[in-house]
C-alpha cells in the first residue's frame, strides 16, 4: 500500500491526477458527497443549535468502506476536494465519516489540474477551513427548511406533489413577472425612414431619419417633399475610437456565451466544462473572478506574441463587478495557451475553443477603429428640417478582433457598415426612400443564458447554482421551453422611388417564443401563491441579503447557527399561519356564463392540469370538464376558446368499421381511431379537422406504421421519437444514428442494425440465471442493475459484479423488494342493542 492516499471528488480528477503522481501516490474518488441531509426528515435541529443531522446514503456505503481501509493503511491522507465552498464541505466530511487523525491528515487545493499546480498543492497543504464549511451548511440548511416546510403548504393549498425552493421560487418570479410583462404590454405603431444614395463613382451606402413618424399621414407627407429632391452632404466627422476586449470567463459569462454562439443550454456548457477541467485542460470552472495569475499572463503573452505578433499583445488586469465574489479562484482559462485545440469530444473541444479564444482575447491590444458620422441635407422646393443620418465605421488596427468578439443579447442591435470616402458638400443621388410600419417590442422573454445574467445582477445564487436552479424549476414543470413559432403580423410599405410613392402590404412572425422560457400554468399559480402568502422569502433583496450572509459566514464575520435562527423566528410561525389560514389556490378566472344552461364558465388548475369547468358543485347537474390544450393557458384562455373545447370529443364518423373522433388529450391533440391515436401536427386546431383530413392522417400513421423488412420471420418498422429515427424489431428500440441514410435504409443497413443491437444486449449482461430469471447488466454511468422481470436495482459504481453470485443477487433483490403490508384482521363486528322507542310530547 503506497504511504499516501489521496482523495478527490469524481474519478476523471482521480485519473488525471495519478499521471502525475508517482508510485507513492493512490488516488482514489469519494464520488460527490458521502454525507448528506436524510431525505426523508428535515434532519435539523431547529428547537436547538440548528445543528444538521448527515447520514451516509446507501450507494456510499461501500465507498465509506474502502475509502475506511485505505485511510487507516496510509501514512498521510491528502483531501483534495475542490477549493469551493462544496469542495470544503466534502473534505470535512471525509474526516469527519472516515474518522480521519488530524496529524496524518492535509487539506491540498489547486485551480487546474496540471503537474505543477499538483505539486505546489502538495508542497503548501493547509487546515481544513471551517468558515467556508460552515457557509456551505448555512446554505445547505436554510434551503432544506425553507423547501420542507413550504412544500407541505403548496400540497394542501395548491396541488400535491408540488415543492419550493429559495432560488428557485425567485427565479420561476421572474420569468413569470416578465410574461405579464409581455401581456400587459401596449404595442404602438410608427414609421421608420430608410434611405439608399449612391455617389458619382457608384458606390452605394444607406442612412436613415433618426426620428420616427407617428402616423401613416406624417410618413406619407414627408415622403411627398422629397419629389424633385437634391441631396447633398451636410456634415461629416471622423473620430478615431478603440474597442477594448471582454474580461475573460467567469461561470455565469461562459454560460452566456456559450448559449449565444454554441446554442448549449446552462447544464450542458457546465458538464462540458467540468470535463474540461476535470481532464486538464482549464481552470477551475465554478469562479465569479476575472483575475488571471501572473503566470497565466506570460503564457498568454507568449503566445500571442509567437502567433501574432508584438503589437498585439497588451497584459492587464481586470477588475470583476460581482456581487461578493464566492472565492479566489482565476477566471476560466486554458491551462497551456499554447494548446489551440484539444483532443477531446466534439462539445467539449468547441467549448475550450470559445474559452481558449476569450481568454487570449482579453490580453490582447484594442482593436483601432476610424468612426465616421455622416448627415445628409434634403435641398426640397419648400425647407426640411429632417436630415439623413449614417453611420460606419473601418477597423485601422484589428488588435483582439482577430480572435474573438463578445457576443450580445440584444436582438435590435444594428451593425454599423463601411461607408463610402465622401467630402462636404458633395451631391448624392436617392435610390429609393422607404418609410415602414414598426411596431414596439415588448420585452424579451428570458433565454437560459439572460436570466443567468439577471440572477447575477440582483446577487441571487453563486457560480455553483445557477445551473442546478434552471434544471430543478424545468424538471418541476414551472418553466418550459416555448415552441410557438409565432403569429403572421401584416404591415405597411411606403416607398418612394422614381418620383413616386406606392405602398406595399408586407407581413412579419412576431411572437414566437421558441427556445425562450415560459412558466407553466402551475408555475404562474404557485408562484403567485407564495408571493400573495410569503412576499419576504420571495423578495428579490432578501435573497441577495442572504447570499451576502453567507459570503460574510464564509469569511468569519457571521455565525452561521446565529443566522439560521433569526431567520427561523420569523419564518415558522408564518408557515403554520399560512398551512391554518390561507385559502385554496387553484388559479381560477370565471369567464363568463353558458347562454343555452345559464352555468358559470371558469377555468382552474385540476388534478390532471389546466381544465375548463362548465357549473359548480352547488349545481343539480354534475359540472362538466374539458382539457386545456398545450399552447393554452389559464390566465390567457378566452371565453369563445374555452366553449370550444366542450364541443370535444368531436365524431367525424367510421373508418375501416371503426369509429374516429378528434379530441384533446394530455400531450395534445390526437385523432382516435378505434384504439389507436394518432397526434396531430403543431398548430393544427382540432375543432377544424374534418373526416377526410382525419383519414390522411390515419394513412400517414398506417404508412409509418407499416413494416419496410422482414427480419428472421419478425417485421421491421420505422419511425422517429424523442431521441431521432429508429427501427423497430422484436419489441426491440434501435436508433438509427447518422452514419446510415434514413430515408433510403437498404436490407443490410436494417439487418447489420439488428445484429449490432443483438450484440450490444449480449454484451451488456454480466450474468444470466436463466433458470431464476436473474440478470446482472452494465447500465449507464458505469453502474449495473439487478434485474428480475419487472423489478431493477441500480448497484452503486464501486461495486464489483463480476464475481457475483446468484444467493448475492437474490439477497439485493430481496433486501430491495417492496415489504408486503400485513392484512388487517377485520373489525370485530359491535354489538348491537335495541332501544324502546319514545314519544316526545307535543
Known sequence: MPKNLVIVESPAKAKTIEKFLGKDYKVESSFGHIADLPSKELGVDVEGDFMP???????????????KDLAKKAD???????????????????????????????????????????????ENPRKIDYNLVDAQQ?????????????????????????????VQSVSVRLIVERERDIQNFEIDASYRIDAEFSTKDGSSFKAKLPKNFNSEKEAHDFLKKNIAADYEVADLQKKPAKKSPAPPFTTSTLQQEASRKLGFSVSRTMSNAQRLYESGFITYMRTDSVNLSDEAKKGAQNEIIEAYGKEFSKPRNYKGKSKGAQEAHEAIRPTNFASHTVNAERDQARLYDLIWKRAIASQMSEAQLERTNLKIQINAEKPVKEQFSANGEIITFEGFLKVYLEGTDDEDVEQEGILPDLKVGEVLDNKYITATERFTRPPSRFTEASLVKKLEELGIGRPSTYAPTISTIQNRNYIEKGTNEGDERKYKQLVFEDGSIKENQLSEITGSNKGKLVPTDIGIIVTDFLVNHFESILDYNFTAKVEESFDDIAEGKEDWRAMMKDFYKGFHPQVEDVKE?????????????????????????GKFGPMVQMGTVDDEEKPKFASLAPDQQLGSITYEEAMDLFKLPKALGHYKEEEVEVNIGRFGPYVRFGKKFVSL???????????????????????ADAPIYTYKGLDVQKGKGRFGPFIKWNDMFINVNKKYDWDNLSDSDIEELIEDKIQKEKDKIIHNWEE???????????????????????LPKTKDVSKMTLEEAKAILEKAAPKKKAKKKPAAKKKTTTKKKTTAKK
Do not use: M
Open 53 to 67: 443531522k448527515y447520514q451516509v446514503s446507501k450507494d456510499k456505503k461501500d465507498v465509506v468502506k474502502k475509502l
Open 76 to 122: 498521510i491522507v491528502w483531501l483534495a476536494s475542490d477549493e469551493d465552498r462544496e469542495g470544503e464541505a466534502i473534505a470535512w466530511h471525509l474526516a469527519e465519516t472516515l474518522d480521519l487523525d488530524i496529524e496524518k491528515t492535509k487539506r491540498i487545493v489547486f485551480h487546474e489540474i496540471t503537474k505543477s499546480a499538483i505539486n505546489k498543492a502538495i
Open 138 to 166: 448555512a446554505r445547505r440548511v436554510l434551503d432544506r427548511i425553507v423547501g420542507y416546510e413550504l412544500s407541505p403548504v403548496l400540497w394542501r393549498k395548491v396541488k400535491g406533489g408540488l415543492s419550493a425552493g429559495r
Open 581 to 605: 389560514n390561507a385559502e385554496r389556490e387553484s388559479g381560477e378566472r370565471i369567464l363568463g356564463v353558458d347562454p343555452e344552461t345559464g352555468r358559470q364558465v371558469s377555468v382552474r388548475l
Open 681 to 703: 401536427p403543431k398548430g393544427v386546431d382540432p375543432l377544424s379537422v374534418d373526416y377526410d383530413e382525419a383519414v390522411e392522417y390515419i394513412k400517414e400513421k398506417e404508412k
Open 772 to 794: 431464476e430469471g436473474i440478470r446482472v447488466e452494465k447500465a449507464r454511468w458505469k453502474r449495473h442493475n439487478v434485474i428480475k422481470g419487472k423489478q431493477k436495482v441500480e
